[in-house]
């Protein structure tokens, strides 16, 4: 599975922006899709996940009530809502695919794509 992460950007605080995770090559089917984000000096940290088939979701829990994460399957495409933005969910976010293990956890994750940038100013 070839993935192409897309939507980051500049925002300001309480702003919003959606993050776009597209396949290529083949679907999500039989894989849960998350979205992580990895600021300096950090390790990759979960923020959502959602299973391909089933459509269930699953957020960290500083972002509950402000990310959706959604899929499109005509567009094979994994999207994350933000809204509510804050200077700390600023860092460069990546969408990865897995097939098993523990869905919050990165090392799980088989397939990345490239990261995009969020960058949000107070």
């Known amino acids: 599975v070839q993935l192409q992460a897309s939507g980051g950007g500049p925002v300001q605080a309480g702003g919003s922006l959606r993050l776009s995770c597209a396949a290529s090559g083949r679907t999500f089917s039989g894989y849960a899709v998350g979205w992580f984000r990895q600021a300096p000096g950090k390790e990759r940290e979960f923020r959502a996940g959602i299973w391909w088939a089933s459509g269930m979701t699953y957020y960290a829990d500083s972002v509950k009530g402000r990310f959706t994460i959604s899929r499109d399957i005509a567009k094979k495409t994994v999207y994350l809502q933000m809204d509510i933005l804050k200077p700390e969910d600023t860092a460069l976010y990546y969408c990865?695919?897995?097939?098993?293990?523990?869905?919050?956890?990165?090392?799980?994750?088989?397939?990345w794509g490239q990261g995009t940038q969020v960058t949000v100013s107070s």
């Open positions: 990865a695919a897995m097939q098993r293990g523990n869905l919050f956890d990165h090392l799980s994750y088989d397939y």
